[in-house]
């Protein structure tokens, strides 16, 4: 009995790690897809669409309990930020930068989750905590930032970098707010409200761009990709994610995000065949050693 809490902890930090290794290739997936289409909306509706029917029938069979309205409208805002604005950002700034180049944004998620959730009470800022999410930080530099700022290589946009960076923002809020609402209710349920919200949110700029019309513009391989963009990389692995911060600070929780981009530049050079850094090694290593440190010092 005494083991419990300890096996359960790693069971969460684990889940963590599966999360951020399948929202890894989720990037192989989208860029995949983008190649051919110029609908990141209707790509997003599609995704997360999905990935609510197919939580559905687990809701039903929990049957939790109804939340207070004040709970369902905070699921709801946090959902128009994570599912929702963070998607519109992304793909928009995708447009004027490099994917390598917002993958090295994308790592300062850590950081940023990190100082919202001190501002707003909800964790602790400690210098061990910064040095771990700086030097996760530093792996996906060192992965990715070849690639990303070598001479020659185009999207060097002030917008599109500032549209970028509002998307962590958007993310880090949701993980720094979620952590506590999770503690208390059904991560299944919060999750369905919060992908809804986001979905709904992203519909109007769907329609825009001709959906549901634009499906038909899509390949087999196309199809394949969105059934694991829906499935294992939407239901199963923000699941996964939002059940290890269920038990988890946000700080300890954000630092396994940076692995996402360093996982997604090893999925590309195996599956797409991309150029991978002659520092991928060393960045990976820095990258996943930040979760270690982390853990390392609360255990």
């Known amino acids: 009995m005494s083991n419990q809490p300890s096996t359960s902890l790693y ?4 889940a963590l790690l599966v999360s951020v290794v399948m929202l890894g290739l989720s990037f192989v997936g989208v860029r ?3 190649m051919a289409s110029e609908s990141p909306a209707t790509l997003g509706f599609i995704r997360y669409g999905f990935a609510v029917l197919l939580l559905l029938p687990f809701l039903w069979r929990l049957k939790p309990a109804k939340l207070p309205p004040r709970i369902i409208l905070i699921v709801i805002l946090l959902g128009f ?3 929702g604005l963070f998607h519109i950002f992304v793909n928009t700034a995708l447009q004027d930068i490099t994917a390598s180049r917002g993958a090295v944004i994308f790592a300062l998620i ?3 989750t990190m100082l919202i959730a001190t501002v707003a009470g909800r964790d602790t800022l400690t210098i061990l905590k910064v040095f771990a999410a700086l030097l996760s930080f530093v792996g996906v530099s060192l992965a990715i930032g070849e690639k990303a700022f070598e ?4 999207g060097g946009s002030w917008l599109g970098e500032t549209l970028f960076f509002l998307a962590i923002c958007c993310g880090a809020t949701y993980n720094a707010f979620s952590a506590r609402l999770l503690r208390h209710h059904s991560v299944v349920q919060l999750t369905v ?4 919200a986001g979905s709904l ?5 769907a329609l825009f761009e001709g959906f549901p019309d634009g499906l038909f513009a899509y390949s087999t391989d196309d199809w394949l ?3 694991y963009l829906a499935g294992p990389a939407a239901a199963f692995s923000l699941f996964l994610f939002n059940w290890g911060l269920e038990k988890l600070s946000p700080s300890q929780a954000a630092i396994y995000v940076p692995i996402a981009p360093v996982m997604a530049a090893a999925f590309g050079y195996v599956i797409l065949g991309e150029h991978l850094s002659s520092l991928f090694l060393i960045g990976l290593a820095c990258a996943i050693a930040g979760p270690i440190l982390m853990y390392w010092r609360k255990a």
């Not at 069971?11 to 684990?14: A, D, N, T, V």
């Not at 001479?151 to 185009?154: F, H, I, K, M, R």
């Open 11 to 14: 069971l969460r930090h684990l």
């Open 201 to 205: 949110l992203v519909l109007p700029f």
């Open 81 to 83: 930020l994570q599912f």
């Open 110 to 112: 850590p950081i940023m």
């Open 193 to 196: 409200i919060g992908m809804t």
């Open 151 to 154: 001479e020659g290589v185009s």
């Open 32 to 34: 995949s897809i983008m």
């Open 225 to 227: 990709w969105l059934l």
